[in-house]
């Protein structure tokens, strides 16, 4: 960059005409160049690139002019980042647009050295506005004064923060990106740069879940209880198998349960196809397994948004309000002048988690939480569901069953539904048509119901006011002798109060409930207050029962039970039973326990029968081990010992992988990820055998629990939802090297059920290149703010660099291949600037560290 000629000609002793000639000429020449001011009146300016820094948004660079103390702003530039409207004028001596809203017009005018804003006119002293060849620059303070824009220029640090309270545009448009992406994510909706989907392998033997208890009786026998759980993908479908054996038996086949599932989600005909033992929500009481076909069109994944509906309430005035749901950040409003504020809260399906926070002009903070609960027989406007189901119940009998079930939602608020099943093992009435309904009139109050032909009428209502006291009214009429549901009631009704109470350092919840049976003959009346509560190391819970046949008391008992973690890892746990109506106390219980070794547990209770008289005393010994658990106890009661042993664990095993581990949790039906980073010499995206893989990458993940290797520079990820998408973010700065670069550094992923899905990350390697934009003047002169264009195999654009003050650029993130360094035409057409050469092309070349290439030079002429 040429630096300015400042009153060049003060410093020449004039002593012959042609030599000051000479030197305005001179100061004319210097005067076509960036960043040069004219020889004459003003004082010198220099451009630069500085960072601004906005709080709440991030930051970007910025050109800046410095001027003597004061820093110059580039108004299109900050405007642009900012998301203001601006157009420049032909001439570029003017910008207008709109500052905020579009009757909010504004022009800056460098003819006339004012601002014109909401038809109000600001004069400009001369020093206020400045113009260059690449536009026009206004002082920071002003941007401040006129606009609101406070711009703190920190010339020690090169650096600009701006402040402002006001809603600008780009912070609007960032709220609403957030809300979206927060809306996804309670939908299931995952935006991300790759996707992974299903694949449906033909077999795979993935996880497995195993279980031992054996006990030994004194002077008696012993039994052995054995169960083993595997789960694999058989035909592209989930396949579980649930074994159990106990050594006082015989292996049974009804005993054992297996079960087939194909999942498609993305059909909305077919989403699952069950074969074996089918899950059946039956009318009729079905004492045994169905195993049969099953069919429905209901997604696994938890049905979510169903509408929007108001919430309101106050606080302060002028307190802002943030509202989370299940910890996710939906919105957030400032309350008016009397405290009043709103919401459009997303209706989701199943229970959520609404939290409120307040917060204050001077630092204040409160929160609230509400609890809402959605029934799941809801279903979005026009959306159609069905489940068909029929197999055999292998209660001995071999009852056959057929069930079919359809359900549709005529509102947002209103679902209705129909459906038939058969049973032949119900002689009266085997064919039971149905139909049932859900509305919801507000958003605190659910009323639901349904009838079966010849079986039963039932209605349901539940409201919850927003101090989370809950009501709940449950009324069921039977069809006297209906045989479908074993039991002889004709009536039953059921009442339910429950309240949440929280605080500062501790939580609550109180319920009552009222159960009123009507049989032919008598009437039966069961009810229970209960009171739970935590304060700090603190846990107690009493609950009174109390039962009524035909209006007398039969009995009334309260059950009281205390958990106090006590210091040195000791908890103590006594319990009681006191008997109201013979006025004693029925049984006490005492329990002490002391964690060992971090994953140890010794233990010993007490319990003293005192209806029958007996006292038993259990001495017991656990360990929660990385590969199992094992459990030890010894119990004495009526003189007699028995002795127990028992030990649980899991596998997880990946064949693509060879990974295998013995772990001591739940595994068949749960997946997980084994993810690691790759070298991609050749930028095929695919990991190839001479490709190796390198340690250090750092990941983000949307759920489970992460468990890195070292050994292999892998990382496992487990307990994740089968079925489910999970957003897997990579960490940009993960290397050392910084010439490795992720391609993509989001991923969603579909996860397939018992077993490990493979993430393979290619890392490449960018290559940089870097040269010097000089003027005509003199080889060692550099011409900054120049702008360098690359392009691949000559045609393809993949980035471009502007120069420094000093003429020096540089780019970084080209993979392998063949690049054009390019000046940009337009750009020196406009700056009445030239080059010798225009293009030069240069090679990356494939580097394990990367390749470098330098002296990538151009020189600029004036036209």
Not at 142 to 151: A, E
Not at 195 to 216: C, E, H, M, P
Not at 440 to 454: A, C, E, F, I, Q
Not at 498 to 509: E, L, P, T
Request: aromatic content about 12%; some cysteine.
């Amino acid at each position: 960059m040429l630096q300015p000629v400042v009153n060049f000609t003060q410093h020449i002793k004039a002593h012959s005409f042609l030599f000051v000639i000479f030197a305005c000429l001179f100061s004319s020449f210097t005067f076509l160049f960036p960043l040069t001011a004219s020889a004459g009146d003003e004082p010198a300016y220099e451009e630069i690139t500085v960072y601004m820094n906005i709080p709440g948004l991030g930051g970007t660079d910025l050109d800046v002019v410095i001027k003597g103390k004061e820093a110059y702003l580039s108004v299109t530039e900050l405007f642009d980042f900012l998301s203001i409207k601006n157009k420049v004028s032909a001439n570029q001596d003017s910008i207008s647009g709109f500052f905020i809203t579009q009757n909010n017009n504004y022009l800056i005018n460098k003819t006339t050295n004012s601002i014109t804003l909401q038809q109000k006119v600001y004069t400009l002293s001369t020093d206020d506005l400045i113009k260059t060849p690449t536009g026009l620059y206004l002082k920071s303070g002003i941007f401040g004064k006129i606009f609101g824009l406070n711009c703190d220029f920190n010339f020690r640090s090169l650096s600009i923060n701006l402040t402002t309270k006001l809603d600008l545009p780009v912070l609007h448009e960032k709220r609403q990106e957030m809300m979206r992406q927060n809306l996804g994510k309670l939908k299931s909706e995952i935006i991300a740069d790759t996707t992974i989907r299903r694949k449906y392998q033909t077999f795979n033997l993935g996880t497995a879940d195993w279980a031992v208890s054996s006990t030994q009786q004194q002077g008696g026998s012993t039994s052995t209880l054995m169960n083993l759980r595997l789960g694999a993908i058989v035909s592209g479908g989930e396949t579980t198998i649930d074994l159990s054996y106990n050594t006082q038996g015989n292996f049974e086949l009804k005993q054992q349960n297996y079960l087939w599932r194909y999942v498609n989600n993305d059909n909305p005909l077919v989403r699952q196809v069950l074969a074996g033992t089918i899950p059946v929500q039956s009318v009729s009481t079905l004492s045994a397994p169905v195993v049969g076909l099953q069919v429905t069109n209901a997604p696994t994944t938890i049905r979510k948004s169903m509408g929007t509906y108001t919430l309101s309430d106050h606080t302060n005035p002028e307190w802002t309000v943030e509202l989370s749901m299940n910890n996710v950040l939906i919105d957030y409003v400032k309350a008016d002048a009397s405290g009043f504020f709103s919401f459009q809260v997303p209706m989701v399906y199943g229970s959520s988690v609404l939290q409120l926070r307040f917060f204050g002009p001077w630092g204040e903070e409160q929160t609230k939480e509400e609890n809402i609960s959605v029934p799941y027989n809801f279903l979005p406007k026009n959306e159609f569901q069905y489940t068909a189901s029929s197999g055999i119940v292998e209660n001995g009998q071999q009852g056959r069953l057929v069930r079919f079930e359809a359900n549709y939602g005529l509102s947002r608020l209103v679902t209705i539904g129909s459906g038939t099943e058969y049973l032949s093992s119900v002689s009266l009435n085997p064919v039971m048509p149905f139909v049932n309904i859900a509305y919801r009139p507000v958003s605190t109050l659910v009323l639901s119901g349904d009838y079966t032909l010849n079986v039963r009428t039932r209605a349901i209502a539940t409201y919850q006011m927003k101090s989370e006291l809950t009501f709940e009214l449950d009324y069921t009429k039977y069809k006297e002798g209906q045989q479908a549901i074993l039991n002889s009631f004709i009536e039953e009704r059921k009442a339910v109060i429950s309240k949440q109470f929280r605080g500062m350092n501790f939580s609550g919840f109180a319920r009552f409930s009222v159960d009123e049976v009507i049989y032919p003959n008598a009437k039966q009346t069961l009810s229970d207050l209960m009171f739970s509560y935590t304060w700090k190391n603190l846990s107690s819970n009493i609950t009174t029962y109390t039962i009524l046949m035909d209006k007398d008391f039969l009995n009334t008992y309260s059950n009281l039970a205390v958990a106090w973690a006590l210091p040195h890892r000791y908890t103590l746990r006594p319990q009681l039973q006191y008997m109201y109506t013979s006025g004693r106390v029925n049984s006490a219980t005492m329990e002490i326990e002391k964690q060992l070794f971090g994953s140890g547990f010794l233990n010993l209770t007490v319990n003293n029968n005192l209806v029958y008289h007996t006292m038993s005393a259990t001495l017991g010994l656990r360990f929660d081990l990385s590969f199992a658990k094992a459990a030890f106890s010894a119990t004495q009661a009526n003189k007699r010992t028995s002795l127990t042993q028992s030990f649980s664990g899991g596998a997880v095993y990946d064949q693509k992988t060879k990974y295998a581990k013995l772990n001591n949790r739940s595994n068949v039906g749960r997946a997980g990820m084994v993810i690691y980073a790759f070298l991609d010499l050749n930028g095929n995206n695919r990991r190839d055998k001479n490709e190796p893989k390198i340690p250090g990458l750092q990941i983000r993940v949307s759920g489970g629990r992460m468990q890195p290797n070292v050994k292999d520079s892998t990382i496992q990820v487990f307990d994740l939802e089968p079925y489910t998408s999970y957003l897997v973010e990579l960490n940009r700065n993960s290397f050392d090297n910084i010439a490795w670069q992720f391609k993509n550094a989001t991923y969603k992923v579909a996860i397939d059920p018992n077993q490990l899905k493979l993430i393979e990350v290619p890392v490449q390697i960018s290559g940089e290149v870097s040269g010097t934009v000089y003027t005509s003047k003199t080889d060692s002169t550099g011409q900054g703010r120049i702008t360098i264009n690359f392009y691949r195999n000559g045609s393809v654009l993949v980035g471009h660099a502007l120069t420094e003050n000093d003429g020096y650029f540089n780019f970084l993130g080209l993979p392998p291949g063949s690049y054009t360094a390019c000046l940009d035409e337009a750009q020196l057409k406009k700056l009445h600037l030239t080059a010798s050469l225009m293009k030069k092309k240069f090679e990356i070349k494939t580097s394990v560290e990367g390749d470098v290439v330098s002296n990538i030079n151009f020189k600029l002429f004036i036209l």
